[in-house]
């Protein structure tokens, strides 16, 4: 599975973006997603995470309260709505799943399929 990443964008402190994660090519099944995003210099760290029908959920402290989390599985694409942000948000961030964990998963090494990344800059 290939997975795509988009929505990634310039904006401003306190300001929102959307991204979004479907796979590249169409596919009916459905898994756990998991939202990455790694700084220029730092580890990759994990963002937000969800089970397939979306009923858990689970988010790093630092967007707690400003991310969320959802998805269509209609659609099989899912979302990470990013509000009130800041510069520390800035990064590439990267969608993964995989089919071999339930109801998802907080470490990366887990996951099996990765996007491409799309870049999210916060200025000040």
């Known amino acids: 599975v290939q997975l795509q990443a988009s929505g990634g964008g310039l904006v401003q402190a306190g300001g929102s973006l959307r991204l979004s994660c479907a796979p590249s090519e169409r596919t009916d099944r459905v898994y756990p997603v998991g939202w990455f995003r790694q700084a220029p210099g730092k580890e990759r760290e994990f963002v937000a995470a969800?089970?397939?029908?979306?009923?858990?959920?689970e988010y790093a402290d630092s967007v707690k309260g400003r991310f969320t989390i959802s998805r269509d599985n209609a659609k099989n694409t899912v979302y990470l709505q990013m509000n009130s942000l800041i510069p520390e948000d800035t990064a590439l961030y990267y969608c993964?799943?995989?089919?071999?964990?339930?109801?998802?998963?907080?470490?990366?090494?887990?996951?099996?399929?990765w996007g491409q990344g799309t870049q999210v800059t916060v200025s000040s």
């Open positions: 993964a799943a995989s089919s071999k964990i339930r109801p998802f998963a907080i470490r990366d090494r887990e996951y099996d399929w």
């Open positions: 969800i089970s397939t029908s979306a009923i858990s959920r």
